[in-house]
């Protein structure tokens, strides 16, 4: 094509896209117009425009939503260095004159939009807020009727994202049923508390069956630190002496809960037994541990030989020490549930079958100096444990001086004194006296047609709970148009740090129209964060920004990790210190750049043996400094973060690299082409993961892309599925083989295969050898860092994301930080007093 014919082109180009502005009646900065004909429409105009992006029929129409955040995207592709391809095909101050063009239309545009209809959609509440805030409101700590609801969209990440928490008819049955389910179990039925029982085990009584499935080296019954069976235990049975020592941890089949125990109410009940921690050695005979043997419990119905089924754990964790004590816990249990022994990081024996004879167990080898376990000496139960008082506090939230028998001789002016002060008590502020009228009448028009006054106050309450008034968050307002804007603050603030509803200091502050002062706002922001109602902000966020919900996802592939077979002990150690960390992230105020790089982990005793250091005792996490040649240290190596981006079977760097770019960088990569299939791992250990990359991205487009993701998930091939360092590959045909015992008592073989290379160089250019290396580059933008997160917690706290218009106040609040080096409680502050966050300058 002659270059003349070329620029005739180029120039209709420009005039339709001309004529489509001047249809849709917006104007184009002339900065703008010029630079598109000059470094744009080459590549996209037309049918054939690259990307179906064609700028020749693109209107210019920024209050049309959709075509700003097409232009959003333009703007940033271009910010980015993206647009175009060749960065000579624009100058840097050309480059900088078309975003600042593209910037000032969009973000004006944007904040028209949002003085027009606020930052975003009315949010619901999330179903873990809604039972949450039940719970507070009714005064019940262990409701639990979350599963009750439909499961809430996970949308950018959060299931706090306002878009995605829309309503429907059968999601408001399901609030419905909800509600009334809580409304009832608040409600005291009697007269008095329920019984509570009793129970004691001891001797054969703690085990419901003289044996359990994993040979006798699982568990047996230990008189003077030696087993006894047969005839000598059944003289024993009811010997204060007699110990039931077990070493395996609970896994299906397990007989492992006490003889004769079964709950016959829901509640919580106290377990108090003695126990000591031992050392099993040749011929079955016991001595006193070295270490501590961490155990739970776990609640089940004892079915005999089908334990299968809904199995939990409660109690919390508890270090048996080698000295015999007595242990005190509170486990919550249903109806026809029991309770088992949940001995954790021991060997799981499972059966297996020998050139085809029938299913035999195998206890795998000891560890030098003998096998781990507990001896228990004693066990009592007792529970249902009763309210201090009774009626429960529940039931005097909802009848106040009313008995149980719920009997009332002024029925309308009880109803209407009950609902008033239910709903002062439930709502998260004022309720106009028009709409609790609405509430009211639905009461008495039930009492009319013959409802007891339970069941009409049940009625009245549960449509409360189902209302606007209850089930969504209000966007705080400019206070000089809106007089409930300080309520609104008070309930962000307190469903952003808590996941529940505010409490009453909170509640007295928005009502004396103190919430919006700074020190106000900045001394409940750090008791909110200091209090024990953080822990659930920690658990929801690194849930779902971390994808920490999916630890438990893609077992371990026992071909080529024998090791972790059944290791839920480390599972649930990784998943706390991530957790651990985060919150101390914050809570200590530290950088930013710990995301990427540290001198320390929290660690325990799994964990320390799995990191390789130095030995620790005990299953507490605890702050531990690093060896200076350890590759562990920030966020991005921690075994959780290796866990979660594995299939249990290989390491992708694919995979990793996208996600650390996405969650901790905040530079996503955009989705990849329908029709290009994953990269396939080779296990048997014939090719490394550099080679079928290097086949993969053969095409320069996928090359392009992966440049900017691969790299990082390169350097992080050191780790293994479960975090662990290596340094050379598994397969499962090719290399060097390795046999062994697994935790269940089965043979396994696999192959050391090709070493590990986790050299690479970044998008920049910026070159690597190791882990070592790059997380010094990526540390080296703390800033960047800073703002991801800024921007994970502003979805996380308003509901919804950064807008355009957002971005400046992002700026100033990094500006505001820079000095100290972005730490973690400096920016949650700084959101907290933010525009964004307040709706309005802070008082």
Not at 565 to 586: H, K, Q, V
Not at 715 to 740: C, H, S
Request: aromatic share 8%; net charge negative; glycine share 6%.
């Amino acid at each position: 094509m002659s270059r003349t014919v070329f620029s005739l082109l180029q120039g209709a180009c420009l005039l339709l896209l001309l004529s489509a502005v001047e249809a849709a009646a917006a104007e184009i900065p002339e900065p703008l117009i010029k630079l598109i004909r000059q470094t744009c429409l080459e590549c996209h105009a037309g049918e054939t425009a690259e990307g179906e992006l064609d700028l020749a029929s693109l209107p210019f129409t920024l209050d049309d939503r959709d075509l700003r955040e097409r232009w959003i995207l333009i703007h940033d592709r271009i910010h980015a260095g993206e647009m175009p391809p060749d960065p000579t095909g624009i100058s840097a101050p050309n480059r900088q004159t078309l975003l600042s063009a593209l910037n000032d239309a969009i973000a004006r545009a944007d904040r028209t939009d949002v003085e027009a209809n606020g930052r975003g959609p009315l949010r619901r509440l999330t179903r873990e807020e809604y039972e949450h805030n039940l719970r507070d409101v009714l005064q019940l700590p262990l409701l639990d009727i979350r599963d009750m609801l439909p499961e809430d969209r996970v949308v950018r990440r959060f299931t706090k994202t306002a878009t995605g928490l829309d309503m429907s008819r059968v999601q408001l049955a399901a609030y419905l049923d909800a509600a009334e389910a809580a409304l009832l179990q608040a409600i005291a039925t009697s007269t008095e508390p329920p019984p509570s029982a009793k129970y004691r085990a001891s001797g054969t009584q703690l085990f419901s069956a003289t044996s359990t499935f994993g040979e006798r080296e699982a568990m047996f019954f230990a008189f003077d630190n030696k087993a006894v069976e047969g005839k000598a235990l059944e003289d024993l049975q009811n010997d204060p002496g007699l110990e039931l020592a077990l070493f395996r941890s609970a896994h299906w089949p397990y007989f492992g809960y006490p003889r004769g125990f079964v709950a016959k109410l829901p509640g919580e009940y106290r377990v108090r037994f003695s126990a000591r921690a031992v050392l099993q050695t040749e011929g079955y005979q016991l001595q006193a541990a070295t270490e501590p043997v961490p155990m739970t419990f776990r609640a089940r119905k004892p079915s005999g030989p089908d334990v299968s089924g809904d199995v939990r754990a409660t109690g919390g964790i508890m270090d048996i020490q080698p000295q015999p004590a007595v242990y005190e816990t509170t486990i919550r249990l249903l109806p026809t549930e029991t309770f088992e022994y949940s001995l954790l990081g021991l060997p799981v024996p499972l059966a297996r079958n020998v050139n085809g004879g029938p299913p035999t167990y195998r206890y795998p080898p000891f560890p030098e100096g003998g096998q781990p376990g507990v001896a228990f000496q004693w066990l009592e139960v007792e529970g249902p444990l009763a309210p201090e008082s009774w009626p429960p506090p529940s039931h005097r939230v909802l009848f106040d001086d009313i008995g149980p028998d719920v009997n009332s001789e002024n029925p309308t002016e009880d109803a209407r004194r009950l609902l008033r002060r239910f709903v002062n008590h439930a709502a998260r502020e004022p309720v106009p006296d028009e709409h609790l009228t609405q509430f009211e009448n639905l009461i008495l028009r039930r009492l009319d047609q013959g409802s007891s006054f339970s069941e009409a106050m049940i009625t009245g309450y549960k449509a409360f709970l189902c209302s606007s008034h209850f089930l969504y968050l209000k966007e705080p307002t400019d206070p000089a148009t809106d007089d409930l804007t300080q309520y609104a603050i008070a309930s962000r603030l307190s469903h952003f740090l808590t996941n529940t509803r505010p409490d009453v200091d909170l509640m007295e502050l928005a009502s004396s129209g103190k919430l919006r002062e700074a020190d106000s706002l900045r001394q409940e922001t750090n008791r909110l964060i200091d209090s024990p109602g953080f822990d659930r902000f920690v658990e929801n966020f690194t849930d779902y920004w971390l994808d920490l919900r999916n630890i438990r996802r893609d077992e371990p592939d026992i071909r080529l990790h024998p090791e972790y077979r059944f290791d839920d002990y480390l599972i649930e150690s990784m998943n706390c210190e991530t957790r651990t960390f985060f919150a101390a992230m914050i809570r200590e105020n530290l950088p930013a750049n710990v995301l990427i790089e540290a001198d320390f982990v929290y660690a325990n005793d799994r964990l320390a043996r799995h990191y390789g250091l130095a030995p620790l005792s005990g299953s507490s996490m605890r702050k531990v400094l690093l060896p200076n040649d350890s590759p562990y240290g920030g966020l991005l190596t921690q075994a959780a973060m290796m866990k979660v981006t594995s299939n249990g079977t290989s390491t992708s760097p694919v995979v990793r690299g996208a996600w650390i770019m996405e969650r901790l960088i905040g530079q996503p990569p955009p989705p990849p082409p329908k029709s290009v299939p994953a990269v396939e791992p080779d296990i048997r250990g014939a090719k490394t993961i550099r080679e079928l990359l290097a086949l993969h991205t053969k095409s320069a487009s996928c090359a392009a892309c992966h440049a900017r993701f691969d790299p990082v998930g390169l350097a992080l091939e050191n780790f293994d599925v479960m975090g662990k360092w290596r340094t050379r590959y598994r397969g499962i045909e090719q290399g060097e083989p390795i046999t062994g015992i697994d935790r269940a008592g089965h043979d396994f073989a696999y192959t050391l295969a090709e070493p590990v290379d986790a050299s690479g160089q970044l998008l920049d250019g910026r070159r690597f050898q190791d882990i070592h290396e790059l997380k010094a580059l990526l540390s080296d933008n703390p800033r960047q860092l800073a703002r991801n997160l800024l921007h994970q917690l502003t979805l996380y706290a308003t509901g919804t994301p950064v807008r355009f218009s957002d971005r400046a106040e992002i700026e100033s609040m990094l500006d505001a930080c820079e000095a100290d080096g972005y730490r973690m409680r400096d920016l949650v502050h700084v959101l907290v007093q933010s525009r964004i966050f307040l709706g309005g300058e802070i008082d």
